[in-house]
Each structure stands twice: as structure tokens, then as C-alpha cells.
């Protein structure tokens, strides 16, 4: 079995690595004569965590171990999993590219993604793990009809991983192009990879080390980059601030999002707009609706609720959120220095440049702060926070697949297929091996198919689903007597199909004749725009001709951007929903989703009794509060 | 795996110390949970509706808007700090001489 394992991990890593070194390489952030570099570091970081993989194949011989690493891991150690689970590249490169180009409004937006773990805390974290065995349907199926709640629960699950899941690949494979300049399906493939390998072979074990690695790297490199960025200023908040601000590139930032009302503005006014609300969220409704899916959606997300079946005991896994808070909030506020930092140094056009989104805010202030494009530090530098982003996605991708993997052996095959029969361990390991890589090819499949898709609303979309669905039925079934399996199957499903329904219809998806208009719009404005600058070139003033030619380069990308946007919607009228304009306003659906999901289970509750249910309930309200027996129901 | 202790789950739950223990943690967690809530949804809701307020300098040019996020992470860091002392302190030990009790009676 090892050793047929470790031949397994050999191949593995051999795939991975002609992957990585075969094709042609496009152009990336990192020099091609430096591209050496950052395959040394990402090699050693491969090699870490696949020795750590090789040692936790040997452990993995249960279907406890392969779920939940056998119940072993300590609090601390799990709030560092939940940290490497969480941080996806959203966060680590997400936030820190919003602040960046945004300022304020970034930084505001990490926060409920810090608050989001209160409610993990207070209500569910203890009870979970007091009552659950390895998934989220465990906890509902204890007192509801078990096979109703495994297949209601296996839905969902696999619902809001695809989403996650999709918008991570997709994500990590533009971002390794954009790194290394592999392209963009062999980046899809090789993240891939390397997570079925740490999946298949070491389980929870090795899933739970990878997280905990990547979750070191990344704060070591973000504490790195912030001592580099505050100690001019002596480490003071105002002195660092107050340089941002008076930084022309920031103003200038400043400006173009303004548009017009900058005009009346001075510079020092446009420097302090930065760091003011409502640079980037425009509708106060749409914000809230985002803050509810994040702040109760974590709670009802499968792989991090997972997180908590592989702690002994109710007090480790209060520990191991207090932990993950400590790490994540710790995380958010080094984002602070990294965004405002690569404004300041980088320059948010310089940013935007690479990617339109912001995401490379950090790798690129990686890259000034080493020395710059042509140092070896620099592109050290920049190799090293490329790999850590790198691991990030590998990381989060391997929770996710995992929690996959678990609704379908776990949840569908041995508990509705076989219909709670008992089946033998080995045969628990391999069909949950077996799911693993049909969750992970499917992963491989969608991430090629969506290529130049948007996918970053699919993030905020798994986490209203998790909101609206499985958090109140996870709830109410551990926090209300009257509780039952037809409001959970209510719950369930009115949660999802509004939440999808609503982003369907919302300002989400595209809407050609939108799209047309715009575009026409910035095509029409091109010749009065061009003549502008061609006045500026000719003036022969030095900062006006600057100014011109970084306009003009601006102007060419919009009037391309333009031209391939109406090629995309070329002979379309309305969006896939068939509609002309979006039928709900928001963006995100939480505000609506949530409270009708809750009214579901209540409502379903109420109408379909179940007597199991609540027979059922005092044995689970005295299990969750007390953990009777808890220590017993993993332990063999 | 050896045979569960057989345990009266009725019994459990109308115990007294279950009683208690139900009541302190039910009345703290709603509370604290409500407060988390509120405090944080002040912050949207602040920067939306009462720019003139998030936009007051304080500190340099550090405005009232900025360390009123930054407070959030305090805040959550305090009410988790907070949360798991009294636990740890109270609700733990309670809930261990409920659960060693009836694991007890249940063997015998």
C-alpha cells in the first residue's frame, strides 16, 4: 500500500512537472530570464507539501482518516487550516488589489469576511463538532429523516463547492498565466493535479498540512512586505497614510474615478478622497445584502464547517476559531499596508496595466520593493509571493474537493445508496478516493470550459447559497425544537433556488444590449478624445506630453476593450435569462435570500411534523450543549 | 467499537445544571451575537448614510471612517477573546459534570 502510494506521488509530481515546463510560455510579470527562479521556489514549495503528503498517506487507513484526519488534529493547528482554507487568492490578492484601486471601500470590504467567524464562533463551531460525524448532512440527518437530509444535503453541498470551486480554478489558472505566463489550461491542469495528489493519497491529513503551510508562507510574506513598506515611516499610521495621499499617481487615480466633480477638486482633496467611502461601492442596500451573505454565509460553507470534524473536542474547535480569527483579522490588517503600499509605489495604473482587477497589487509590490523588474531580489521577491498565491488556490481547491467528495461517497453512496448498511472501512476509503477524482476532473473540466468567463460574482453567489440554505437549516435543527425534516427539504431548496435565481435576473450576468451601449458610447467619444491628446503631445510641455501618452495608451485599451465587448455580444438581444435589463437590482441577494430561507424552515416546519424530529431534539439539544459522548463518536 | 452508554436524554435536559447551563449560554449568546451584529453592519451603514462623520480627520489624515473599521477588528477579536474565557470558565465546567455524569449512569 505505501509503497504503491509513494510510486503514485512520484508519477504525481513528474506530471506536474512537465506540465509546468513543457509548453510555450506566453508573456508573465516575471522576466523570462528570472522564470528559473520561480520554478525553484515553487518546486520547493511542491516538494514540502508533497513529502508532508507522502507521510500522511501512511495515516490515512479509515474513512475518519480520510475525512476528518481521524479527529487528531489540535485547535491551534486547525485555526491555521482554517486560515489556509479561507484566505483563498480572493482575499491574499483580491482585497489588496481592491484597496489598491479603491482605497477605503477595499479595506471596508474585509472586514465581514473577519466578523463572518463571529457567528461561527457563537453558534455553530461547538454544536457541529458535539453532534456531526463528517458532513453537513451528519448534523441534519441526527434528528431529521437521515436519507431525505443526505440527498438535500448532498445538493447543496455540491452546489456551493462548484461555484467556489469554479471561480478559484478559473481564478488560479489567469492567475498563474499572468504570474509565469504558462498558459492559461495548463495552469488549470497543474493546480489540479497537484490538489487530487494531496487529496487522493493523504486525505484530511494531508489537506489539513497543506492548509497550514500555505497559511505560514502567506503571513510570513505579507509581514515581509509590510516591515518593507511602514519602516520609513517608523512604523507610524499618519506618516504612512499621509504619503499615500499626497502621491500623484494616487490622485490621479482618484480622478479618473470621479470624472467629472474631480475638476473642482485640489490635488491634497483628491489624495484624502482615497481614503473616504464610496470609491467603489455605489449602492449602500447591495453592500449590506454582501455583508449578510458573508457574515452568516461562512457559517453554512461545507469545507470550512468540515474543519471542525477533525478537532477531539468542543473546546479545541472554540480554540481553533479563535485561532483563525486571530490569523485572519491579523491577515486583513497587514492588506491595509499592501494595498495603500502598492498605490503608493506601484502606482493603481501601473496595476491595472497587468490586470484589470487589481489582483497583482501585492506580487508587484513584491517585485519594487526587491529592487524593481531588472533586480534579482525583486524578482525573488515576486517568485515567492507567486508561489505562495500559487499554493493559496491548491490549498483552497483541495478543502473544497474534499468537501465534495465527502457529500458524495460519504452522504450519497453509503448513506442513501447502501442506505446506512454497514460497509467496510476499505470500501468507505476507496469510494471516497473514487469521488475525489471525478470532483477533481469535473473541477479540471469546468475550469478549461469557463475560460474568459466572469466567475468573480460565483464567489459571493456560494456564499449567499450557504447563507440562505445551509445556514438556517443548520441552525434551527440544533437551536429549535420544532425543527423537521420538511422544513430542512423546504429550507433547503427555497435557500438555493433564490439566492441562484436572484443573481440569474441581477446586474451579474451580461446583458447585450447594456453592453452595446457602452461600448458605443466610448467608441462615439474617441475622435474628440483623440484630438485632445494629439493638442497634448503637440503643446510640447513636458508634463502634458507625460500626461498625453499614458491617456492615449488608456484611450487604446478602452477603444479595444470596446470593440471586443461588441464582438461578444455580436447578434444577441437579451441575457441568458432572456432578458433585456436586470430584473433585480442588487448584486448580491443575501438581503432577500436569507429571510426567506429562515421562512422556509420555519414555515416547514410548522406544516410537515415530524415525529423522529422531535423525539429526537433532546437528545441532540443535551448532545450540542454538553457533548456527551462526543469524544466517543470518532474515536474507534 | 464498545457498546454506547445508554443514556435518558429527557432526564438530561430537565437536570437543573442543564437548566443553568441552558439559560446563561442562551441569554449571552444571543446577546453578544446581536451586539456583533449591530456593530458591524454600523460600518456600511455609517459609510453610506453619514459620510460627513467617516470623513472627519482625526488623526492626520487618518479619518474617523478608517479607525472605525480598524475598531471593528478590535471588536471582534474582544468579543471572541471575551466569549471564550466565560466559556472556558463557566460553561465548560458545567457541561463536563452534566456529560460525566450521565456517561456514568448510562455504563452502570
Known amino acids: 500500500m505505501h509503497i504503491q502510494n509513494r510510486k503514485w506521488i512520484t508519477r504525481a509530481v513528474a506530471a506536474v512537472a512537465t506540465v509546468a515546463c513543457g509548453p510555450a510560455f506566453a508573456q508573465g510579470a516575471v522576466a523570462a530570464e528570472y522564470r528559473w527562479l520561480t520554478f525553484a521556489v515553487f518546486a520547493a514549495i511542491i516538494g514540502l507539501t508533497m513529502y508532508v503528503t507522502y507521510i500522511a498517506a501512511k495515516r490515512v487507513k479509515s474513512a475518519s482518516d480520510f475525512y476528518t484526519a481521524g479527529g487528531g488534529v489540535t485547535g491551534m493547528q486547525n485555526g491555521w487550516a482554517i486560515a489556509g482554507d479561507y484566505l483563498s487568492a480572493a482575499s491574499f490578492l483580491g482585497i489588496a488589489g481592491l484597496i489598491s484601486q479603491y482605497g477605503y471601500d477595499g479595506f471596508m470590504y474585509s472586514v465581514g469576511w473577519l466578523v463572518a467567524y463571529i457567528t461561527v464562533l457563537l453558534l455553530i463551531a461547538e454544536p457541529c463538532r458535539n453532534i456531526g460525524r463528517y458532513t453537513l448532512s451528519d448534523i441534519l440527518a441526527y434528528r431529521n429523516n437521515p436519507r431525505a437530509m443526505r440527498i438535500v444535503g448532498a445538493i447543496s453541498v455540491i452546489t456551493v463547492s462548484t461555484f467556489y470551486l469554479t471561480a478559484q480554478m478559473v481564478g488560479g489558472g489567469v492567475l498563474v498565466k499572468t504570474l509565469i505566463g504558462i498558459d492559461y489550461e495548463y495552469s488549470v491542469i497543474a493546480v489540479g493535479v497537484l490538489m487530487l495528489a494531496y487529496v487522493l493519497f493523504g486525505g484530511m491529513v494531508a489537506t489539513t498540512w497543506v492548509q497550514i503551510i500555505k497559511a505560514i508562507l502567506l503571513v510570513i510574506a505579507s509581514l515581509i512586505l509590510v516591515m518593507l513598506v511602514w519602516t520609513p515611516y517608523g512604523f507610524s499610521l499618519p506618516g504612512f497614510l499621509g504619503d499615500v495621499v499626497a502621491d500623484p499617481k494616487v490622485q490621479a487615480k482618484v480622478a479618473s474615478l470621479l470624472g467629472d466633480p474631480a475638476k473642482n477638486m485640489s490635488a491634497a482633496e483628491l489624495g484624502q478622497r482615497f481614503l473616504e467611502p464610496g470609491l467603489y461601492f455605489k449602492n449602500p442596500i447591495d453592500q449590506i445584502s454582501l455583508g449578510m451573505a458573508l457574515v452568516f454565509g461562512t457559517a453554512g460553507l461545507p469545507h470550512i464547517l468540515m474543519r471542525f470534524f477533525t478537532v477531539p473536542t468542543a473546546q479545541a474547535a472554540r480554540k481553533s476559531v479563535v485561532w483563525a480569527m486571530g490569523i485572519i483579522g491579523g491577515f486583513y490588517v497587514l492588506t491595509l499596508f499592501l494595498g495603500f503600499g502598492a498605490a503608493k509605489n506601484v502606482g493603481p495604473q501601473a496595476i491595472a496595466a497587468v490586470d484589470a482587477g487589481g489582483n497583482m497589487a501585492a506580487p508587484l509590490l513584491a517585485q519594487f520593493l526587491g529592487g524593481g523588474p531588472n533586480s534579482f531580489l525583486g524578482n525573488f521577491m515576486l517568485a515567492f509571493v507567486s508561489a505562495v498565491a500559487f499554493a493559496t488556490i491548491v490549498a483552497v481547491v483541495a478543502g473544497l474537493v474534499l468537501a465534495a467528495a465527502s457529500a458524495i461517497a460519504h452522504d450519497l453512496y453509503v448513506g442513501v445508496y447502501h442506505g446506512g448498511d454497514i460497509v467496510p472501512p476499505q470500501q468507505q476509503v476507496r469510494a471516497a478516493r473514487i469521488a475525489t477524482v471525478v470532483v477533481g476532473a469535473m473541477a479540471i473540466t469546468i475550469g478549461i470550459a469557463a475560460k474568459g468567463q466572469n466567475v468573480a460574482h460565483l464567489v459571493a453567489l456560494a456564499f449567499a447559497v450557504a447563507a440562505s440554505a445551509n445556514f438556517p437549516c443548520v441552525l434551527l435543527t440544533l437551536y429549535w425544537k420544532r425543527c423537521s425534516t420538511g422544513g430542512i427539504v423546504l429550507g433547503m431548496i427555497v435557500g438555493t433556488v433564490v439566492a441562484v435565481g436572484l443573481t440569474l435576473v441581477s446586474p451579474n450576468v451580461t446583458y447585450p444590449k447594456a453592453v452595446r451601449e457602452a461600448s458605443q458610447k466610448v467608441l462615439d467619444g474617441e475622435a474628440a478624445k483623440r484630438s485632445a491628446i494629439e493638442a497634448a503631445l503637440a503643446s510640447g510641455d513636458a508634463g502634458a506630453v507625460a500626461k498625453a501618452q499614458t491617456d492615449l495608451t488608456t484611450l487604446d485599451k478602452a477603444v479595444k476593450k470596446a470593440k471586443d465587448d461588441m464582438a461578444k455580444v455580436e447578434g444577441k438581444e437579451v441575457s441568458i435569462m432572456g432578458l433585456e435589463k436586470p430584473m433585480f437590482q442588487l448584486k448580491n441577494p443575501g438581503i432577500i435570500s436569507i429571510p426567506l430561507g429562515f421562512l422556509a424552515v420555519l414555515l416547514g416546519s410548522l406544516l410537515f411534523r415530524d415525529r423522529r424530529s422531535e423525539e429526537l431534539w433532546p437528545e441532540v439539544y443535551a448532545r450540542q450543549n454538553t457533548g456527551i459522548l462526543a469524544s466517543k463518536a470518532t474515536s474507534h | ?108
Open chain 2, 1 to 108: 467499537m464498545a457498546t454506547e452508554p445508554k443514556i435518558d436524554w429527557n432526564a438530561v435536559i430537565a437536570d437543573p445544571r442543564f437548566q443553568v447551563l441552558h439559560r446563561k449560554k442562551q441569554g449571552f449568546l444571543t446577546g453578544l451575537m446581536i451586539f456583533s451584529v449591530v456593530f458591524y453592519f454600523m460600518l456600511p451603514i455609517g459609510a453610506a448614510y453619514f459620510q460627513d462623520l467617516f470623513k472627519t480627520r482625526i488623526w492626520g489624515v487618518v479619518n474617523f471612517g478608517l479607525l472605525f473599521a480598524l475598531t471593528q477588528f478590535v471588536v471582534a477579536w474582544l468579543v471572541a477573546f471575551y466569549y471564550s474565557r466565560r466559556a472556558g470558565a463557566e460553561f465548560d465546567r458545567l457541561a463536563h459534570e452534566i456529560a460525566a455524569d450521565y456517561e456514568k449512569k448510562g455504563r452502570a
